[in-house]
Protein backbone atom coordinates (compact mmCIF):
# COMPACT_ATOMS: atom_id res chain seq x y z
CA UNK A 1 0.00 0.00 0.00
CA UNK A 2 3.03 2.27 0.59
CA UNK A 3 4.62 1.12 -2.26
CA UNK A 4 1.76 2.31 -4.15
CA UNK A 5 1.37 5.58 -2.72
CA UNK A 6 5.03 6.43 -3.44
CA UNK A 7 4.99 5.74 -6.96
CA UNK A 8 1.85 7.26 -7.54
CA UNK A 9 3.36 10.42 -6.09
CA UNK A 10 6.18 9.98 -9.10
CA UNK A 11 9.34 12.72 -8.53
CA UNK A 12 6.94 15.01 -6.84
CA UNK A 13 8.59 14.87 -3.51
CA UNK A 14 7.33 17.93 -2.49
CA UNK A 15 4.29 16.93 -2.38
CA UNK A 16 4.89 13.46 -1.16
CA UNK A 17 6.13 15.21 2.27
CA UNK A 18 2.98 17.50 2.28
CA UNK A 19 5.46 20.73 1.78
CA UNK A 20 4.58 23.74 0.45
CA UNK A 21 0.99 23.44 1.79
CA UNK A 22 -1.02 26.47 3.44
CA UNK A 23 -3.11 23.75 5.22
CA UNK A 24 -0.57 22.13 6.82
CA UNK A 25 1.11 25.21 7.48
CA UNK A 26 4.57 24.08 5.50
CA UNK A 27 4.18 26.98 3.00
CA UNK A 28 7.92 28.26 3.69
CA UNK A 29 9.60 24.29 3.09
CA UNK A 30 10.50 22.56 -0.09
CA UNK A 31 13.21 20.10 -1.19
CA UNK A 32 16.29 21.43 -3.36
CA UNK A 33 17.38 19.86 -6.36
CA UNK A 34 19.84 17.92 -4.02
CA UNK A 35 16.84 16.49 -2.05
CA UNK A 36 17.62 18.42 0.60
CA UNK A 37 14.90 20.34 3.07
CA UNK A 38 14.98 23.48 2.16
CA UNK A 39 12.88 26.82 3.84
CA UNK A 40 12.52 29.92 1.98
CA UNK A 41 12.37 33.38 3.22
CA UNK A 42 11.16 35.81 0.49
CA UNK A 43 14.58 35.56 -1.93
CA UNK A 44 16.62 34.05 1.11
CA UNK A 45 16.92 30.15 0.82
CA UNK A 46 18.12 27.87 4.15
CA UNK A 47 19.32 24.73 3.40
CA UNK A 48 18.17 22.85 6.72
CA UNK A 49 20.83 19.79 5.31
CA UNK A 50 23.97 22.44 5.54
CA UNK A 51 22.62 23.94 9.07
CA UNK A 52 22.62 20.72 10.28
CA UNK A 53 26.16 19.67 9.40
CA UNK A 54 27.31 23.23 10.29
CA UNK A 55 25.99 23.93 13.60
CA UNK A 56 25.46 19.74 14.65
CA UNK A 57 22.94 18.43 15.82
CA UNK A 58 20.22 18.17 18.46
CA UNK A 59 19.47 21.61 16.84
CA UNK A 60 16.44 23.86 17.10
CA UNK A 61 16.00 26.53 14.35
CA UNK A 62 13.38 29.40 14.63
CA UNK A 63 12.47 31.14 11.87
CA UNK A 64 10.45 34.36 13.20
CA UNK A 65 9.00 35.57 9.59
CA UNK A 66 6.76 32.48 9.79
CA UNK A 67 5.72 33.99 13.38
CA UNK A 68 5.31 37.92 11.35
CA UNK A 69 3.51 36.61 8.62
CA UNK A 70 1.16 34.19 10.77
CA UNK A 71 0.00 37.40 13.10
CA UNK A 72 -0.43 39.18 10.64
CA UNK A 73 -2.80 37.23 8.59
CA UNK A 74 -4.82 36.19 11.77
CA UNK A 75 -5.16 39.97 12.37
CA UNK A 76 -6.07 40.93 8.79
CA UNK A 77 -8.94 38.11 8.71
CA UNK A 78 -10.15 39.55 11.77
CA UNK A 79 -9.81 42.91 11.16
CA UNK A 80 -11.93 42.38 7.52
CA UNK A 81 -14.53 40.55 9.05
CA UNK A 82 -14.83 43.28 11.34
CA UNK A 83 -15.20 45.51 8.71
CA UNK A 84 -16.87 43.43 6.35
CA UNK A 85 -19.60 42.44 9.20
CA UNK A 86 -20.53 46.20 10.48
CA UNK A 87 -18.39 44.96 13.60
CA UNK A 88 -18.40 47.48 16.32
CA UNK A 89 -16.64 45.97 19.29
CA UNK A 90 -12.26 46.62 19.22
CA UNK A 91 -9.97 43.86 18.29
CA UNK A 92 -7.14 42.77 20.43
CA UNK A 93 -4.47 39.86 19.57
CA UNK A 94 -2.96 38.78 23.18
CA UNK A 95 0.45 36.25 23.10
CA UNK A 96 0.03 34.25 25.50
CA UNK A 97 4.07 34.10 26.75
CA UNK A 98 3.44 30.58 28.62
CA UNK A 99 3.45 29.16 24.84
CA UNK A 100 7.05 30.23 24.18
CA UNK A 101 8.63 32.84 26.39
CA UNK A 102 11.92 33.08 24.17
CA UNK A 103 13.02 36.63 23.53
CA UNK A 104 13.05 35.60 19.50
CA UNK A 105 9.42 34.49 19.85
CA UNK A 106 8.23 37.13 21.74
CA UNK A 107 9.79 40.53 20.08
CA UNK A 108 8.67 39.54 16.42
CA UNK A 109 5.26 39.28 17.76
CA UNK A 110 5.63 42.12 19.97
CA UNK A 111 6.45 44.27 16.79
CA UNK A 112 3.53 42.68 15.12
CA UNK A 113 1.15 44.45 17.25
CA UNK A 114 0.36 42.00 19.76
CA UNK A 115 -0.89 42.41 23.33
CA UNK A 116 0.62 39.79 25.94
CA UNK A 117 -0.96 37.41 28.56
CA UNK A 118 0.70 36.29 31.41
CA UNK A 119 0.58 33.28 33.70
CA UNK A 120 2.94 33.83 36.33
CA UNK A 121 4.89 36.60 38.42
CA UNK A 122 8.56 35.73 36.42
CA UNK A 123 6.53 35.75 33.04
CA UNK A 124 5.43 39.48 34.29
CA UNK A 125 9.17 40.30 35.24
CA UNK A 126 10.08 39.65 31.83
CA UNK A 127 7.38 42.66 30.45
CA UNK A 128 9.09 44.79 32.90
CA UNK A 129 12.08 43.65 31.58
CA UNK A 130 11.03 45.00 28.31
CA UNK A 131 9.44 48.02 29.03
CA UNK A 132 12.58 49.22 31.27
CA UNK A 133 14.64 48.08 28.05
CA UNK A 134 11.99 50.62 26.50
CA UNK A 135 11.25 47.49 24.29
CA UNK A 136 7.50 48.49 25.04
CA UNK A 137 4.82 50.19 24.57
CA UNK A 138 2.46 51.92 27.28
CA UNK A 139 -0.22 50.96 25.24
CA UNK A 140 0.21 47.52 25.01
CA UNK A 141 -2.24 45.60 26.93
CA UNK A 142 -1.07 42.89 29.57
CA UNK A 143 -3.46 40.32 31.14
CA UNK A 144 -2.71 38.42 34.30
CA UNK A 145 -3.72 34.90 34.35
CA UNK A 146 -3.02 32.13 36.92
CA UNK A 147 -3.09 31.95 40.57
CA UNK A 148 -1.62 35.39 42.08
CA UNK A 149 0.77 34.88 44.80
CA UNK A 150 1.57 38.28 46.68
CA UNK A 151 4.28 38.65 44.40
CA UNK A 152 2.94 38.32 41.66
CA UNK A 153 -0.22 41.11 42.53
CA UNK A 154 2.78 43.31 43.93
CA UNK A 155 4.29 43.36 40.46
CA UNK A 156 1.11 44.02 39.00
CA UNK A 157 0.42 46.91 41.30
CA UNK A 158 4.19 47.90 40.37
CA UNK A 159 3.81 48.06 36.44
CA UNK A 160 0.30 49.77 36.87
CA UNK A 161 1.94 52.93 39.00
CA UNK A 162 4.39 52.91 36.35
CA UNK A 163 1.70 53.20 33.58
CA UNK A 164 1.35 50.06 31.71
CA UNK A 165 -2.34 48.55 30.54
CA UNK A 166 -1.72 45.66 33.41
CA UNK A 167 -5.34 43.88 33.51
CA UNK A 168 -5.49 41.09 36.37
CA UNK A 169 -8.04 38.34 35.79
CA UNK A 170 -9.47 36.58 38.59
CA UNK A 171 -8.96 33.50 39.19
CA UNK A 172 -10.28 31.96 42.53
CA UNK A 173 -12.05 33.70 45.09
CA UNK A 174 -9.50 34.42 47.52
CA UNK A 175 -8.62 37.36 44.76
CA UNK A 176 -11.60 39.11 44.34
CA UNK A 177 -11.15 41.11 47.51
CA UNK A 178 -7.30 42.58 46.63
CA UNK A 179 -8.40 42.50 42.80
CA UNK A 180 -11.64 45.04 43.73
CA UNK A 181 -9.13 47.13 44.91
CA UNK A 182 -7.14 47.64 41.78
CA UNK A 183 -6.80 51.16 40.25
CA UNK A 184 -7.02 49.84 36.70
CA UNK A 185 -9.52 47.87 34.50
CA UNK A 186 -9.84 44.16 36.05
CA UNK A 187 -11.32 40.72 34.11
CA UNK A 188 -12.33 37.36 35.70
CA UNK A 189 -12.06 33.98 34.45
CA UNK A 190 -15.13 31.88 34.09
CA UNK A 191 -15.16 27.95 34.18
CA UNK A 192 -17.89 27.73 31.07
CA UNK A 193 -19.81 24.93 31.88
CA UNK A 194 -19.47 22.82 28.06
CA UNK A 195 -17.56 19.99 27.64
CA UNK A 196 -15.68 20.56 24.09
CA UNK A 197 -13.74 18.31 22.04
CA UNK A 198 -9.52 19.00 22.95
CA UNK A 199 -6.51 17.38 22.91
CA UNK A 200 -7.05 16.73 26.89
CA UNK A 201 -10.53 15.47 27.84
CA UNK A 202 -10.45 16.61 30.93
CA UNK A 203 -13.58 15.73 33.09
CA UNK A 204 -12.92 18.71 35.92
CA UNK A 205 -11.52 22.03 35.29
CA UNK A 206 -10.21 24.11 38.08
CA UNK A 207 -9.84 27.09 36.45
CA UNK A 208 -11.86 30.70 37.27
CA UNK A 209 -15.13 31.11 38.77
CA UNK A 210 -18.07 28.70 38.21
CA UNK A 211 -21.04 30.41 35.91
CA UNK A 212 -22.57 30.80 39.41
CA UNK A 213 -20.04 32.47 41.13
CA UNK A 214 -19.30 35.05 38.32
CA UNK A 215 -22.98 35.94 38.26
CA UNK A 216 -22.60 35.89 41.99
CA UNK A 217 -19.55 38.56 42.12
CA UNK A 218 -19.81 41.69 44.30
CA UNK A 219 -20.08 45.14 42.45
CA UNK A 220 -17.06 45.73 41.11
CA UNK A 221 -16.79 49.47 39.02
CA UNK A 222 -13.39 48.34 37.09
CA UNK A 223 -14.82 44.99 35.76
CA UNK A 224 -14.26 44.89 32.30
CA UNK A 225 -13.38 41.82 30.68
CA UNK A 226 -15.03 38.15 30.95
CA UNK A 227 -12.36 35.24 30.29
CA UNK A 228 -12.55 31.80 29.86
CA UNK A 229 -10.15 29.11 28.29
CA UNK A 230 -11.37 25.85 26.87
CA UNK A 231 -7.74 23.83 26.68
CA UNK A 232 -5.29 23.63 24.07
CA UNK A 233 -5.76 22.12 20.56
CA UNK A 234 -9.67 21.88 20.21
CA UNK A 235 -10.12 19.78 17.36
CA UNK A 236 -13.25 21.07 15.27
CA UNK A 237 -14.72 24.67 14.91
CA UNK A 238 -18.08 23.73 16.19
CA UNK A 239 -16.27 23.34 19.58
CA UNK A 240 -14.75 27.02 19.24
CA UNK A 241 -18.21 28.26 18.53
CA UNK A 242 -19.91 26.87 20.85
CA UNK A 243 -17.51 28.49 23.53
CA UNK A 244 -18.05 31.89 22.17
CA UNK A 245 -22.23 31.52 22.20
CA UNK A 246 -21.85 29.68 25.87
CA UNK A 247 -19.30 32.54 26.63
CA UNK A 248 -21.89 35.10 25.24
CA UNK A 249 -24.79 34.22 27.48
CA UNK A 250 -22.97 34.34 30.58
CA UNK A 251 -21.53 38.00 29.39
CA UNK A 252 -25.19 39.22 28.92
CA UNK A 253 -26.19 38.19 32.07
CA UNK A 254 -23.26 39.62 34.18
CA UNK A 255 -23.25 42.63 32.19
CA UNK A 256 -26.92 43.17 33.88
CA UNK A 257 -25.36 43.04 37.40
CA UNK A 258 -21.98 45.13 36.10
CA UNK A 259 -22.23 47.38 33.17
CA UNK A 260 -19.02 48.52 33.04
CA UNK A 261 -18.14 44.99 31.56
CA UNK A 262 -17.39 45.53 27.62
CA UNK A 263 -14.71 42.47 26.80
CA UNK A 264 -15.38 38.82 26.09
CA UNK A 265 -11.56 37.39 25.89
CA UNK A 266 -12.03 33.60 24.15
CA UNK A 267 -8.49 32.57 25.20
CA UNK A 268 -6.14 29.59 23.51
CA UNK A 269 -7.25 26.80 21.79
CA UNK A 270 -7.12 27.23 17.92
CA UNK A 271 -5.34 23.97 16.54
CA UNK A 272 -3.34 23.46 13.69
CA UNK A 273 -2.95 19.69 11.78
CA UNK A 274 0.10 17.90 13.08
CA UNK A 275 -1.71 14.78 11.24
CA UNK A 276 -1.20 15.56 7.72
CA UNK A 277 -4.16 13.00 6.73
CA UNK A 278 -7.45 14.78 7.68
CA UNK A 279 -8.65 18.70 6.60
CA UNK A 280 -8.55 21.16 9.69
CA UNK A 281 -10.40 24.24 10.37
CA UNK A 282 -8.98 27.23 9.23
CA UNK A 283 -8.35 31.06 10.88
CA UNK A 284 -9.87 32.57 8.01
CA UNK A 285 -13.19 30.43 8.38
CA UNK A 286 -13.27 30.57 11.91
CA UNK A 287 -12.47 33.97 12.50
CA UNK A 288 -15.58 35.17 9.97
CA UNK A 289 -17.91 32.77 11.85
CA UNK A 290 -16.67 34.48 15.48
CA UNK A 291 -17.31 37.67 13.93
CA UNK A 292 -20.79 37.40 12.64
CA UNK A 293 -21.98 34.87 15.73
CA UNK A 294 -21.02 38.08 18.32
CA UNK A 295 -22.91 39.93 16.10
CA UNK A 296 -26.08 38.37 15.90
CA UNK A 297 -26.30 37.27 19.35
CA UNK A 298 -25.55 40.74 20.65
CA UNK A 299 -28.00 42.40 18.13
CA UNK A 300 -30.45 39.85 19.19
CA UNK A 301 -30.08 40.55 23.17
CA UNK A 302 -30.24 44.07 22.03
CA UNK A 303 -26.40 44.80 23.45
CA UNK A 304 -23.65 46.81 22.42
CA UNK A 305 -21.24 44.71 20.51
CA UNK A 306 -18.57 43.44 22.76
CA UNK A 307 -14.99 43.85 22.27
CA UNK A 308 -13.07 40.54 21.59
CA UNK A 309 -9.83 39.37 22.76
CA UNK A 310 -8.11 36.03 21.51
CA UNK A 311 -5.38 33.92 22.96
CA UNK A 312 -4.18 31.86 20.32
CA UNK A 313 -0.87 31.04 21.30
CA UNK A 314 -0.20 27.25 19.64
CA UNK A 315 -1.41 28.26 16.18
CA UNK A 316 0.90 31.32 16.07
CA UNK A 317 4.25 30.25 16.81
CA UNK A 318 3.99 26.53 16.55
CA UNK A 319 5.06 26.37 12.74
CA UNK A 320 7.94 28.83 13.41
CA UNK A 321 10.09 26.27 15.01
CA UNK A 322 11.43 23.01 13.26
CA UNK A 323 13.59 20.22 15.63
CA UNK A 324 16.73 18.45 13.68
CA UNK A 325 18.33 15.30 14.79
CA UNK A 326 20.75 13.34 13.55
CA UNK A 327 20.17 9.26 13.42
CA UNK A 328 23.01 7.32 15.02
CA UNK A 329 22.39 3.75 15.54
CA UNK A 330 19.34 1.71 13.93
CA UNK A 331 18.04 -1.62 15.59
CA UNK A 332 15.65 -4.46 13.49
CA UNK A 333 11.95 -4.87 15.09
CA UNK A 334 10.16 -8.15 14.63
CA UNK A 335 7.06 -8.31 13.58
CA UNK A 336 5.25 -4.62 14.42
CA UNK A 337 4.58 -2.31 12.18
CA UNK A 338 7.66 -0.56 11.66
CA UNK A 339 10.74 -2.56 10.85
CA UNK A 340 13.69 -0.84 12.73
CA UNK A 341 14.11 1.83 15.02
CA UNK A 342 16.11 4.43 14.34
CA UNK A 343 17.73 6.28 17.46
CA UNK A 344 18.74 9.59 16.81
CA UNK A 345 21.26 11.70 19.32
CA UNK A 346 18.60 13.75 21.18
CA UNK A 347 15.20 12.73 23.07
CA UNK A 348 11.68 12.95 22.54
CA UNK A 349 10.98 13.04 26.54
CA UNK A 350 13.42 15.71 27.22
CA UNK A 351 13.26 18.01 23.87
CA UNK A 352 9.57 17.08 22.76
CA UNK A 353 8.19 16.88 26.02
CA UNK A 354 4.46 15.98 24.77
CA UNK A 355 4.82 13.03 22.90
CA UNK A 356 5.30 11.51 26.08
CA UNK A 357 2.96 13.92 27.91
CA UNK A 358 -0.45 14.27 25.98
CA UNK A 359 1.15 11.44 22.98
CA UNK A 360 1.30 14.25 20.60
CA UNK A 361 1.42 13.44 16.68
CA UNK A 362 4.50 15.05 14.92
CA UNK A 363 5.32 15.72 11.36
CA UNK A 364 8.39 14.24 10.70
CA UNK A 365 10.70 14.18 7.59
CA UNK A 366 14.27 13.54 6.11
CA UNK A 367 16.00 16.58 6.01
CA UNK A 368 18.46 14.44 2.87
CA UNK A 369 17.60 12.27 0.90
CA UNK A 370 14.48 13.45 0.66
CA UNK A 371 13.98 11.26 -2.44
CA UNK A 372 15.73 7.79 -1.09
CA UNK A 373 13.76 4.57 -0.81
CA UNK A 374 11.93 4.77 2.41
CA UNK A 375 11.63 2.12 5.33
CA UNK A 376 8.71 1.89 8.15
CA UNK A 377 10.41 2.99 11.45
CA UNK A 378 9.83 4.12 14.51
CA UNK A 379 12.27 6.36 16.25
CA UNK A 380 14.12 5.90 19.80
CA UNK A 381 15.30 8.80 22.02
CA UNK A 382 19.08 8.79 23.58
CA UNK A 383 17.99 8.68 26.92
CA UNK A 384 18.05 5.06 28.91
CA UNK A 385 14.03 5.40 29.50
CA UNK A 386 11.82 3.20 27.67
CA UNK A 387 9.05 5.68 27.33
CA UNK A 388 11.45 7.93 25.17
CA UNK A 389 10.14 6.97 21.92
CA UNK A 390 7.97 8.48 18.87
CA UNK A 391 5.85 5.49 16.92
CA UNK A 392 3.39 7.80 15.50
CA UNK A 393 0.39 5.91 17.91
CA UNK A 394 1.47 2.80 17.33
CA UNK A 395 1.93 3.01 13.18
CA UNK A 396 4.92 4.02 11.73
CA UNK A 397 6.78 6.68 10.32
CA UNK A 398 8.40 6.24 6.82
CA UNK A 399 11.86 7.61 6.62
CA UNK A 400 14.52 6.74 3.89
CA UNK A 401 16.48 3.75 4.01
CA UNK A 402 20.09 4.53 6.06
CA UNK A 403 22.70 4.20 2.91
CA UNK A 404 26.23 5.10 5.06
CA UNK A 405 25.75 8.89 4.65
CA UNK A 406 24.63 11.01 7.94
CA UNK A 407 20.93 10.79 7.90
CA UNK A 408 19.01 13.82 9.30
CA UNK A 409 15.39 14.20 10.52
CA UNK A 410 13.14 17.86 11.01
CA UNK A 411 10.39 17.46 13.35
CA UNK A 412 8.29 20.35 12.32
CA UNK A 413 6.11 22.53 14.42
CA UNK A 414 7.78 22.64 17.73
CA UNK A 415 7.47 25.74 18.86
CA UNK A 416 4.89 26.04 21.09
CA UNK A 417 5.08 24.84 24.94
CA UNK A 418 8.33 22.44 24.12
CA UNK A 419 11.46 24.90 25.23
CA UNK A 420 9.99 25.58 28.71
CA UNK A 421 8.97 21.73 29.51
CA UNK A 422 12.14 20.77 28.36
CA UNK A 423 14.15 18.51 31.03
CA UNK A 424 17.76 16.96 31.21
CA UNK A 425 16.87 13.68 31.87
CA UNK A 426 20.32 11.62 31.57
CA UNK A 427 22.10 14.15 31.46
CA UNK A 428 21.38 14.87 27.77
CA UNK A 429 22.38 18.26 26.42
CA UNK A 430 19.36 20.40 25.05
CA UNK A 431 19.56 20.96 21.30
CA UNK A 432 21.30 24.22 19.75
CA UNK A 433 18.95 27.20 18.69
CA UNK A 434 19.68 28.91 16.05
CA UNK A 435 17.58 31.49 14.62
CA UNK A 436 17.12 32.23 10.44
CA UNK A 437 16.50 35.85 9.80
CA UNK A 438 16.60 37.53 6.55
CA UNK A 439 19.09 35.02 5.24
CA UNK A 440 21.56 35.41 8.30
CA UNK A 441 21.73 32.71 11.02
CA UNK A 442 22.44 33.72 14.70
CA UNK A 443 23.24 31.36 17.15
CA UNK A 444 20.91 31.90 20.21
CA UNK A 445 21.81 28.66 22.52
CA UNK A 446 24.80 27.13 22.24
CA UNK A 447 25.27 23.00 22.09
CA UNK A 448 25.36 22.65 26.25
CA UNK A 449 28.77 20.98 27.60
CA UNK A 450 28.84 18.11 30.42
CA UNK A 451 30.03 21.33 33.03
CA UNK A 452 26.79 23.35 31.70
CA UNK A 453 24.67 20.77 32.77
CA UNK A 454 26.64 19.66 35.73
CA UNK A 455 25.97 22.68 37.14
CA UNK A 456 22.49 22.77 37.03
CA UNK A 457 22.94 20.14 39.66
CA UNK A 458 24.86 21.90 41.77
CA UNK A 459 28.34 20.51 40.25
CA UNK A 460 29.92 23.79 40.02
CA UNK A 461 33.45 22.93 39.89
CA UNK A 462 34.07 22.29 43.84
CA UNK A 463 33.59 18.22 43.95
CA UNK A 464 32.88 18.55 47.68
C1 LIG B 1 -2.39 28.13 27.58
C2 LIG B 1 -3.30 29.26 27.48
C3 LIG B 1 -3.48 29.91 26.24
C4 LIG B 1 -2.87 29.42 24.96
O1 LIG B 1 -3.46 28.25 24.51
P1 LIG B 1 -3.11 27.65 23.06
O2 LIG B 1 -3.70 26.30 23.08
O3 LIG B 1 -1.62 27.63 22.93
O4 LIG B 1 -3.74 28.55 22.04
C5 LIG B 1 -4.29 31.02 26.23
N1 LIG B 1 -4.91 31.47 27.35
C6 LIG B 1 -4.76 30.86 28.54
C7 LIG B 1 -5.45 31.40 29.72
C8 LIG B 1 -3.96 29.74 28.64
O5 LIG B 1 -3.84 29.13 29.82
Same mark, same amino acid.
Given at each position: MVKKKIKKQGKNWKKFWKLGVDEFNTQFLGVSKDNELIATEGHHIYNLHDLAQKYETPLQVIFPFVLEDRLKDLMGYFQAYIKIYGYKGKFFYHYPMKVNQNKEFVLPLISEGANLEVTSANELWLVKKLWEGEK???KIRVLCNGPKTDQYLDLIEELRAKGMTIIPIIE????IERISKYKGDVGVRVDLNIKVDTHWDKKFDRFGLSEKDILD?????NLKILHYHLG?????QKSILEGVKHAFSVYTELQKTHSSIDTLDIGGGFGIAHEKKKKFYTAKVVSSKIIKLLKNLSDKAGIKHPNLAIEWGWYIVDPAQITIYKVISKKYID @?????AWYIIDGSFMNDLKDTWAVHQKWHVIP?????SSLKRVWLAGS????????TAGGDYILLPKLNGEDQYIAILD????QDALSSHHCLLSLPAKIIAHDGAIKII? @????AENVGKLFGWNGDPK
Amino acid at each position: MVKKKIKKQGKNWKKFWKLGVDEFNTQFLGVSKDNELIATEGHHIYNLHDLAQKYETPLQVIFPFVLEDRLKDLMGYFQAYIKIYGYKGKFFYHYPMKVNQNKEFVLPLISEGANLEVTSANELWLVKKLWEGEKFNSKIRVLCNGPKTDQYLDLIEELRAKGMTIIPIIEGPEEIERISKYKGDVGVRVDLNIKVDTHWDKKFDRFGLSEKDILDLPKMKNLKILHYHLGSQIKTQKSILEGVKHAFSVYTELQKTHSSIDTLDIGGGFGIAHEKKKKFYTAKVVSSKIIKLLKNLSDKAGIKHPNLAIEWGWYIVDPAQITIYKVISKKYID @KANAKAWYIIDGSFMNDLKDTWAVHQKWHVIPVNNMASSLKRVWLAGSSCDSDDKYTAGGDYILLPKLNGEDQYIAILDTGAYQDALSSHHCLLSLPAKIIAHDGAIKIIR @KHETAENVGKLFGWNGDPK
